[in-house]
């Protein structure tokens, strides 16, 4: 295994945009060495032109030599070929121009006859008569979605090119275009995004922390790499050249199905940006930049005593109920503190095996290996989503993953994850949502409402509800109205997270009749605005015998959990049912902004989280709380002061 540096998108003269005049095919491997790449692809607008007329070039040259036939310049040039040729891996592809202006890039196999690739051309719809002209603009070629498709049965590396700029398929800056930006993003013949902040700079959000699996309406972490997307040999301005931004990726040999396969595969640590004086990228301090999430968990040692071990399990279980996610074990979250590292990183792998081995059922596959950070060895575990779910810990114990807490699952969570196996099984038909479940990724924030059913055999007890349509109090689809009188109490939100309670408590007493997913759609239909996509909202209250019951709705995924209450929540629950039961809201508090409004702003483990209030048409008011910069969109970001 080595790292190879890469520069999976360059153009040739071959390019009708090309800005270099008097530069051969020969010039641009040469440069390509200078900058130290090892892989190098031709990707030249809607035309392997550039590639073919290289090969032709190499041929004519190895044929005049068999016939004896090469001057003393041509011999050097053809010597010169064969010398960075064998050192180098050159991928023919393409830029196609599809859809909508969207670009699309596909590399392929070394020595694939450029007749095949002019093929797949065609069937993308790329005139016949334009196959050699290399033009930005070809007219109607085919939609996104059928390019991947396209692409990939012909066998090619499929990447979207600048995602995150000019032609690209994140469509960062449009203010339309969720649903596509979504199909374009997550379709599977899509294997990676090429983007152009991969390492950030002062930038504290990137495009690849954005699709890192964590977003609600992005469930599948996408490999991002970058490239210098060069229309000349060496760069000017803005303009880069040849390998002046590239990539690097470890390879067990260097050749086009080994770097296919990383692409494939789930390690987003085989790559990473290449740089060729500064130390290299470290993916544990990215990872720790960024701090715990939906995908991602830390923990500084792995000792039995203490309970660490019995931690890491836990996550462990969690992630592969919920997104998957990777741990890490031997470092601290907090970039302040100095990683710890594991003693004997061989020893380490095996015990966590063993313990996942014993502990977690059905069995599980996980990867685990170890990083180099800060001098030390980092034990890696790479949790997939499970697919076998649901999946528990000592037989019993059932875990999920929300935001960046692990949390021990309540009874419709579980029932959430049984019936979305059984879906997934083809044993269960849904017309909606399930709690817990992921939201499609065709249908971003659809996902209504979900598992609202009694508990089998219980005899529901007369409850005190609060049932007020109209209510402008404390918020809710069904929210309560303020007690005449009651204060505004300054919110604090501790910097720490407070310690998991390890059992979900459940009321003994018998749950009322719930509310039905249609009325939970009709509420939703008297919104102009699509609430946040992280955070959640108490969508019901009811009393019993002097107890409140909540009903929490997760906005992540649109999920209802009955008889919550206060001293059985979670975290984030707490937070909020503590707020709700104090009365603690006022309309005066709000800052509003076209029916939107932004009640607290505060820091949560160093990141900002917010608790935004909205109007629906009938005017009742809606709380959000606990919403962090994944669920911020469209109308939200400029209420909270944000850009996309």
Request: proline share 5%; glycine share 10%.
């Given at each position: 295994m080595a790292w190879y540096a890469m520069d999976l998108h360059v153009h040739t003269p071959a390019s009708k945009d090309y800005q270099d005049e008097g530069v051969s095919y020969l010039d641009i491997l040469t440069k390509a060495e200078s900058e130290g790449l090892s892989i190098l692809a031709f990707t030249d607008h809607n035309s392997v032109a550039g590639y073919a007329q290289m090969m032709r070039e190499i041929e004519d040259l190895t044929r005049w030599e068999a016939a004896d036939r090469l001057r003393p310049d041509e011999k050097a040039r053809l010597d010169e070929y064969r010398r960075l040729m064998a050192k180098m891996l050159v991928l023919p592809g393409f830029?196609?121009?599809?859809?909508?202006?969207?670009?699309?890039?596909?590399?392929?196999?070394?020595?694939?006859?450029?007749?095949?690739?002019?093929?797949?051309?065609?069937?993308?719809?790329?005139?016949?008569?334009?196959?050699?002209?290399?033009?930005?603009?070809?007219?109607?070629?085919?939609?996104?979605?059928?390019?991947?498709?396209?692409?990939?049965?012909?066998?090619?590396?499929?990447?979207?090119?600048?995602?995150?700029?000019?032609?690209?398929?994140?469509?960062?800056?449009?203010?339309?275009?969720?649903?596509?930006?979504?199909?374009?993003?997550?379709?599977?013949?899509?294997?990676?995004?090429?983007?152009?902040?991969?390492?950030?700079?002062?930038?504290?959000?990137?495009?690849?922390?954005?699709?890192?699996?964590?977003?609600?309406?992005?469930?599948?972490?996408?490999?991002?790499?970058?490239?210098?997307?060069?229309?000349?040999?060496?760069?000017?301005?803005?303009?880069?050249?040849?390998?002046?931004?590239?990539?690097?990726?470890?390879?067990?040999?260097?050749?086009f199905s080994a770097l296919k396969q990383v692409f494939l595969g789930d390690d987003f640590a085989l790559t990473r940006p290449y740089r060729r004086e500064a130390p290299a990228f470290d993916h544990v301090e990215a990872a720790r930049a960024q701090g715990p999430t939906l995908v991602q968990s830390f923990h500084e040692n792995m000792t039995r005593a203490g309970g660490n071990l019995h931690a890491i399990v836990r996550d462990v279980v969690a992630f592969a109920n919920s997104n998957g996610g990777t741990i890490y074990v031997g470092l601290s979250a907090n970039q302040r503190v100095k990683p710890r590292g594991v003693e004997n990183p061989a020893q380490a792998i095996k015990s966590v095996r063993e313990e996942i081995g014993r502990q977690v059922t059905p069995p599980l596959d996980t990867t685990l290996d170890t990083l180099q950070s800060g001098g030390v060895d980092i034990l890696r575990i790479v949790v997939p989503r499970g697919a076998d779910q649901p999946y528990a810990m000592e037989g019993s114990r059932f875990y999920i993953r929300k935001e960046a807490e692990t949390s021990l699952a309540v009874r419709d969570e579980i029932l959430a994850l049984v019936q979305r196996a059984l879906a997934e099984q083809g044993q269960l038909v849904l017309s909606q949502p399930v709690a817990g479940a992921q939201a499609p990724v065709s249908t971003p924030g659809a996902a209504k409402a979900l598992v609202e059913q009694p508990v089998a055999g219980a005899e529901a007890q007369p409850a005190e509800t609060s049932r007020n349509r109209g209510g402008r109090g404390n918020g809710g689809r069904r929210g309560r109205s303020r007690p005449a009188g009651s204060e505004v109490t300054p919110v604090v939100e501790p910097d720490q997270p407070e310690e998991a309670s390890e059992v979900a408590a459940v009321p003994d007493e018998a749950p009322e009749p719930t509310t039905s997913a249609q009325n939970v759609a009709a509420a939703d239909a008297e919104l102009s605005v699509e609430p946040p996509r992280t955070g959640v909202e108490i969508f019901d209250t009811v009393t019993r015998q002097g107890t409140q019951y909540h009903t929490m709705r997760d906005l992540r995924d649109g999920a209802l959990v009955h008889n919550v209450t206060r001293t059985s929540a979670r975290r984030l629950w707490r937070y909020a049912i503590a707020l709700h039961e104090k009365g603690t809201f006022g309309e005066d508090k709000v800052e509003w902004k076209n029916g939107l409004g932004l009640w607290h702003s505060y820091l949560r483990s160093g990141k900002p989280h917010y608790d935004l209030v909205q109007r629906d048409k009938a005017g009742a008011l809606h709380i959000y709380y606990g919403v962090s910069e994944d669920g911020i969109h469209g109308a939200w970001r400029s209420l909270v002061g944000e850009r996309e």
């Open positions: 830029e196609l121009t599809a859809t909508f202006g969207f670009h699309v890039i596909a590399l392929f196999e070394p020595g694939t006859p450029v007749r095949s690739l002019e093929h797949a051309l065609l069937d993308l719809n790329v005139p016949v008569d334009l196959l050699e002209r290399g033009e930005t603009e070809v007219g109607s070629t085919v939609d996104v979605i059928t390019a991947y498709e396209v692409m990939a049965e012909a066998g090619a590396l499929v990447m979207a090119p600048h995602a995150n700029s000019t032609h690209g398929v994140a469509m960062f800056g449009i203010s339309f275009g969720g649903q596509t930006r979504i199909a374009y993003t997550q379709d599977p013949n899509l294997h990676a995004l090429e983007v152009t902040d991969l390492e950030g700079g002062k930038r504290r959000r990137t495009t690849a922390s954005f699709f890192d699996g964590s977003k609600p309406q992005y469930p599948r972490r996408m490999h991002c790499i970058q490239g210098s997307d060069a229309h000349r040999i060496t760069g000017e301005g803005k303009n880069l050249g040849v390998g002046e931004r590239a990539t690097e990726v470890f390879l067990p040999e260097l050749s």
